[in-house]
């Protein structure tokens, strides 16, 4: 394509000066074949602004020709073939309507894809160019995002599970009975709704009062049960209700205030899950005695060890802040009599395999995968005696895998684990859409996923299998 010529005359007395030529050029062949051409006609002149800039001469006549892109921008000056050699070469990226429909591939795109910016993704998982190119740095950045995300749940379940806990009495506090009758009748304690009352909030809490006829508490177990960590799945203290507090209080002298209010008793649980399916009947226990041996985790850690775990010292509850359809929350709360001994690994496993015989006979004949699971597990309690982590750990494998065949065929456990956590992701992800409400199973799932190891999985199919 050529420089058009000149115009050699203007139209109008007042028609401006151009220090140099406008350059046209048509849009293509295409606008040519819809538009037809037509004669130009002067406007009607109108009063000049001040602000408008002038107008250009008119169109010339021309043969109009192909073209590849939309016209340059520079002065025009002679024409000569290594300039326009040049103007080709750079316009090469651009194409028009009719030549990039025909599917011409011999035009490359007018910049390198190394100069193309990364989108805010790859910045996300720290991925370079170089490593898109890699599938294994591309998985091992997903994986390690997968575990980032499930810790970040399992963390906004604990707080959500444990939020709001209160602290400690001081001398300012004021108390209120809600009940004259114990909500919960336990084998040393009866449980009495109350309110703690300050300036700034209150607390709902239960006035731990030792049963009649019971063996009064060890000082032992309530300076333990004092001093240890918060913990899920065991009884917090928070002070006491000082004698003379409360005058229509139907017991006499100071007594324990815990900081969760019990519903049930695992005994009392029993006689009315008899309705149960026995899949989730087995899957309840397996639950319950998961977080128990959590919380026997815990004390083991201390070097304490407790005499004996009877079903009616074990407490349930509705969790905070969880679905009103999932598992029970478990509290450990008989911390009344001295320890066996100063706590080695494995003092509560002959204990957690009676407790676990007892549960599963009371509804016989559960012929499931995860009960015959069970039973075999308070076999090997009785016969390793393994610590009460170990013990958590075969819970866990009984629950959410892996299986036993993987086991006997020796299969790799740590894609399986790596697996198993893109699932629960995307899981979790299309509940959380649905609006549903987590249930405490998914914390528990995803603290076993987030903690589990190769290590950890070989030795949990080693309990149970070996």
Not at 72 to 80: E, F, L, V
Not at 129 to 143: G, I, Y
Not at 205 to 214: I, M, Q, R, T
Not at 295 to 317: C, I
Request: hydrophobic share 40%; aromatic share 4%.
């Amino acid at each position: 394509m050529s420089d058009p010529e000149p115009p050699t005359k203007t139209t109008g007395a007042n028609a401006p000066t151009w220090p140099t030529q406008p350059t046209y050029s048509n849009i293509g062949e295409v606008r040519a074949h819809l538009l037809p051409s037509k004669p130009w006609r002067p406007r009607t002149p109108e009063p000049p602004l001040a602000d408008l800039q002038p107008v250009p001469p008119p169109l010339p006549k021309k043969t109009l020709t192909r073209t590849q892109s939309l016209p340059t921008h520079k002065a025009p000056g002679p024409t000569s073939p290594v300039r326009s050699e040049q103007s080709r070469k750079l316009l090469l990226g651009s194409r028009s309507v009719d030549e990039s429909q025909a599917g011409d591939e011999r035009v490359e795109p007018a910049h390198s894809s190394a100069e193309l910016p990364f989108c805010s993704l790859d910045t996300e998982l720290g991925l370079s160019l170089h490593d898109l190119h890699r599938p294994e740095a591309v998985h091992a950045a997903l994986e390690a995002r997968q575990l980032e995300g499930l810790r970040a749940v399992h963390a906004r379940l604990h707080a959500r599970l444990l939020g709001g806990r209160p602290g400690p009495c001081r001398p300012g506090h004021g108390f209120r009975l809600l009940d004259s009758s114990p909500c919960v009748e336990s084998g040393d304690a009866l449980y009495y709704r109350l309110v703690r009352v300050d300036e700034e909030a209150w607390h709902l809490l239960a006035a731990k009062v030792p049963k009649p006829g019971a063996e009064e508490p060890h000082p032992w177990g309530l300076e333990l049960q004092a001093l240890l960590a918060p913990h899920f799945n065991l009884q917090g203290l928070c002070g006491l209700v000082p004698e003379g507090t409360l005058p229509e209080m139907p017991w006499s002298g100071p007594v324990a205030l815990a900081t969760e209010v019990p519903e049930l008793t695992v005994t009392q649980w029993l006689l009315e899950a008899g309705a149960q399916p026995p899949m989730e009947f087995a899957r309840t226990v397996a639950l319950l005695l998961l977080q128990l041996s959590t919380a026997l985790e815990h004390l083991e850690a201390q070097g304490a060890a407790l005499a004996e775990l009877r079903p009616e010292n074990l407490l349930l509850m509705s969790p905070r802040g969880c679905a009103a359809t999932g598992p029970p929350r478990l509290l450990l709360a008989d911390f009344g009599r001295p320890p066996v001994s100063a706590g080695p690994l494995g003092a509560h496993a002959r204990q957690l395999s009676n407790l676990l015989r007892k549960l599963l006979g009371s509804r016989k004949p559960l012929a499931t995968p995860l009960a015959a699971g069970l039973e075999q597990l308070a076999t090997q309690l009785t016969r390793v005696r393994p610590s009460a982590a170990r013990t958590r750990c075969a819970l866990q494998a009984l629950l959410w895998g892996p299986e036993r065949e993987l086991r006997g065929r020796r299969a790799p456990l740590g894609p399986w684990l790596r697996v198993r956590r893109a699932l629960l992701v995307l899981h979790l992800a299309e509940r959380a859409v649905g609006g549903e409400v987590p249930h405490l199973e998914d914390w528990l799932f995803c603290e076993y996923l987030v903690q589990a190891t190769e290590a950890s999985l070989d030795l949990a199919l080693e309990l149970l299998w070996d």
